[in-house]
T-cell receptor
Framework: QKEVEQNSGPLSVPEGAIASLNCTYS??????FFWYRQYSGKSPELIMS????GDKEDGRFTAQLNKASQYVSLLIRDSQPSDSATYLC?????????????FGAGTRLFVKA | DAGVIQSPRHEVTEMGQEVTLRCKPI?????LFWYRQTMMRGLELLIY????????DSGMPEDRFSAKMPNASFSTLKIQPSEPRDSAVYFC????????????FGPGTRLTVL
């Protein structure tokens, strides 16, 4: 089993819709969770971080964490063509894992104008 | 403040040659990470440093790869000898512990080994 799993996509949504990206992780000791956006040919860019169960909102982005289910998600409201990118879920295992961050393979999102 | 700086941005070399990639982390950050990204394997952690000390190099694929961090503002990743399967984009990232370990990535070095 991979440590961090994401659906590779592509996920295609119309402009203005909500895009929902999901991620599961295997290590119950994981403490920090991140979403990175990566445009083609560019480096990953941090867009959201979440550390406790529940929702965290930042503009059009909402991260959701459920540690019991070992599940993280990212919702993008009012999706724009400029949101088209690969979204990487990353999980940091904290003290017990030597602060190692494991990245998922990414979900490609395509927002149709 | 400048972000993470990497050089060169592109490197084309022939099999068997030595390759050295360079990274300058964000000033004040005490963690530095080297990653490799390919279509097949995604983003893989190769090695990371804390306060210039290598902490975990279990991701280094083989002895041909080595990394150093002689001071807080400079790190190198060396491949000797290089092989075509080393072709990838290599990213350096840094973070500030005591914060929440959010990592900031450099622009990457695209390495092509012919």
């Amino acid at each position: 089993q991979k440590e961090v799993e994401q659906n590779s996509g592509p996920l295609s949504v119309p402009e203005g819709a909500i895009a929902s990206l999901n991620c599961t992780y295997s290590d119950r000791g994981s403490q920090s969770f991140f979403w990175y956006r990566q445009y083609s040919g560019k480096s990953p860019e941090l867009i959201m971080s979440i550390y406790s169960n529940g929702d965290k909102e930042d503009g059009r982005f909402t991260a959701q964490l459920n540690k019991a289910s070992q599940y993280v998600s990212l919702l993008i409201r009012d999706s724009q063509p400029s949101d088209s990118a690969t979204y990487l879920c990353a999980v940091n295992m904290g003290n017990t894992g030597g602060f190692k961050t494991i990245f998922g393979a990414g979900t490609r999102l395509f927002v149709k104008a | 403040d400048a972000g993470v700086i990497q050089s060169p941005r592109h490197e084309v070399t022939e099999m068997g040659q030595e390759v050295t990639l360079r990274c300058k982390p964000i000033s004040g950050h005490d963690y530095l990470f080297w990653y490799r990204q390919t279509m097949m394997r995604g983003l893989e952690l190769l090695i990371y440093f804390n306060n210039n000390v290598p902490i975990d190099d279990s991701g280094m694929p083989e002895d041909r790869f080595s990394a150093k961090m002689p001071n807080a503002s400079f790190s190198t990743l060396k491949i000797q000898p290089s092989e075509p399967r080393d072709s990838a984009v290599y990213f350096c990232a840094s973070s500030l512990m005591g914060g929440n370990n959010e990592q900031f990535f450099g622009p990457g070095t695209r390495l092509t080994v012919l």
